[in-house]
């Protein structure tokens, strides 16, 4: 029996925390570097802000989206380094442009700066066009969609993401979202918890931000991946450099397929599933979209990487 395949996966914006990476920053030359690059190539210093917060200053989306990536770039570079090897790469939203970089279709200062316009796009669209996101727990994804057919249609509401079997994430305006609220719940969903996040991601209120950022993407050299890279735009993989940058193009406003990429990158072939960056979230929605037979793997801080 061939041995199981590796995807390397990276989480998006919320699972940041004030001090992730302190530890491997102190412990790895390598970290180090990582972070003082993305200071130097920013021209601020970022990495105060993970290291030291505060907080709510942490939280912003200009701020968050960076320190995510950074740290997702370090916990990469440390696993490679350490002789780590993968045969698809994967994340979530965000995360995405970290699979693109470890994947070799764009170099980490490229992604880095295209990250820093996203997060400026999408932080002056949701002040434009405020709205929310609430996560659904406990519904199907077909009982979801049938709470949609049931919505007044004032206002934009619509999927975000396809997370796991019984988590889908909804998104849109804030009244229309209460209204949602009130019907996710009338159909019985177990819980419908609004997120921490400053803007209606993932919806048509992030158009205008999606133009602005197609501009950059089209100038922004992409080139084949040496792996294949899971879209979440499409759940399907691609290593054509092209085919992947133009999958970023519709991120903002489509939903993030991750249950469907999880299900390609199985189907291909993957047993052991990486998760490089802060948090466990994704072990989590991985463990509910595929409970059985597969290894699961987090490399987020010292203990963890030496463990591995």
């Known amino acids: 029996m061939a041995a199981a395949k590796t995807a390397l996966v990276f989480p998006g914006q919320g699972s940041q925390a004030v001090g992730m990476g302190f530890d491997l920053r102190d412990a790895y030359p390598a970290?180090?570097?990582?972070?003082?690059?993305?200071?130097?190539?920013?021209?601020?210093?970022?990495?105060?802000?993970?290291?030291?917060?505060?907080?709510?200053?942490?939280?912003?989306?200009?701020?968050?989206?960076?320190a995510v990536f950074v740290m997702n770039h370090v916990c990469y570079s440390l696993y490679a380094g350490a002789g780590g090897t993968f045969d698809f790469a994967l994340g979530h939203s965000l995360g995405e442009y970290n699979a693109l970089v470890a994947a070799g279709a764009i170099d980490f200062e490229a992604a880095l700066r295209l990250v820093d316009k996203r997060?400026?796009?999408?932080?002056?669209?949701?002040?434009?066009?405020?709205?929310?996101?609430?996560?659904?727990?406990?519904?199907?994804?077909?009982?979801?969609?049938?709470?949609?057919?049931?919505?007044?249609?004032?206002?934009?509401?619509?999927?975000?993401?396809?997370?796991?079997?019984?988590?889908?994430?909804?998104s849109g305006d804030t009244f229309a979202m209460d209204e949602m609220a009130e019907l996710m719940q009338a159909a019985g969903a177990k819980k419908v918890v609004p997120l921490k996040v400053s803007g209606a991601f993932h919806s048509p209120l992030m158009a205008e931000a999606e133009r602005r950022l197609i501009e950059v993407l089209e100038t922004t050299e992409f080139v084949d991946a040496g792996v294949p890279v899971c879209s979440n735009f499409t759940g399907l993989l691609s290593t054509d450099g092209a085919a992947l940058r133009e999958s970023l193009h519709w991120q903002m406003t489509m939903p993030v397929q991750w249950t469907k990429s999880v299900q390609t990158v199985a189907a291909a072939g993957a047993g052991r599933f990486v998760e490089a960056g802060p948090g466990r979230v994704l072990t989590g929605l991985i463990k509910r979209i595929l409970p059985e037979g597969v290894e699961l793997v987090n490399i987020n801080s010292v203990e963890t990487l030496e463990g591995k």
């Open 31 to 66: 970290a180090a570097a990582v972070f003082a690059a993305a200071d130097e190539i920013l021209g601020r210093a970022l990495s105060a802000i993970i290291f030291e917060g505060p907080a709510e200053v942490l939280q912003t989306t200009g701020n968050t989206q960076l």
């Open 119 to 170: 997060s400026a796009f999408m932080n002056e669209q949701a002040l434009a066009r405020p709205g929310k996101m609430l996560a659904v727990l406990g519904l199907a994804d077909e009982e979801v969609a049938e709470v949609f057919s049931k919505f007044s249609g004032h206002g934009v509401a619509e999927i975000a993401n396809y997370n796991s079997p019984g988590q889908v994430v909804i």
